[in-house]
């Protein structure tokens, strides 16, 4: 089909023709060629062809109506992910509120086992200066009881040298 052809049938100018051919170039791309005079295959008239008022409205209306549900359940999609997400959060605002609450508990339990901890460190400090000064008591007892028992020896020893003389003075076996 020629140029001419297309705008005698559809009754338009041959400037809306070209205007379309340069705007959809791509589109029409080994489907227009020279032959004396423009030539048009089939698909090429098809896409030139003049579109009323209402089938353009038409088609936009379709394409919208499609756009609108990709871009609704899109949403829809977004939204429930959303909606989990916020649960999600919440469990853990809930949890994290547990272990805030685990953390105080133990934090005053902490504080009365440090407590108990200072007394029983300063009974226990108190006890290692007992300690020390019996240490230094039975070590003094240790020292007086090994310097008595040398005397206890000694003594020992000159009642047995003076048991002798005795003996010998007084002829007693």
């Excluded at 030139?48 to 359940?73: M, Q, T």
């Excluded at 805030?100 to 290692?128: G, H, M, T």
Aim: proline share 1%; glycine share 2%; with cysteine.
């Amino acid at each position: 089909m020629t140029v001419k052809a297309l705008c005698e049938k559809y009754k338009i100018s041959h400037q809306a023709v070209y205007a379309k051919i340069r705007k959809k170039k791509k589109l029409l791309d080994g489907h227009i060629f020279k032959d004396g005079c423009l030539m048009l295959d089939d698909y090429a008239a098809e896409i030139l062809k003049p579109v009323s008022a209402d089938g353009r409205f038409f088609k936009e209306s379709e394409i919208l109506k499609n756009e609108l549900a990709k871009k609704s359940k899109y949403f829809d999609i977004l939204q429930d992910e959303l909606n989990f997400k916020n649960e999600k959060i919440a469990k853990l605002e809930n949890s994290l509120n547990d272990k805030i609450s685990e953390i105080k508990i133990l934090k005053n339990q902490l504080a009365e086992q440090n407590s108990k901890f200072e007394i029983l460190q300063k009974r226990l400090d108190e006890e290692d200066s007992k300690n020390a000064d019996l240490i230094k008591s039975v070590k003094r007892l240790t020292d007086e009881v090994a310097e008595k028992s040398k005397l206890i020896e000694k003594l020992k020893q000159e009642t047995e040298q003076l048991n002798q003389k005795s003996r010998r003075l007084f002829g007693k076996n």
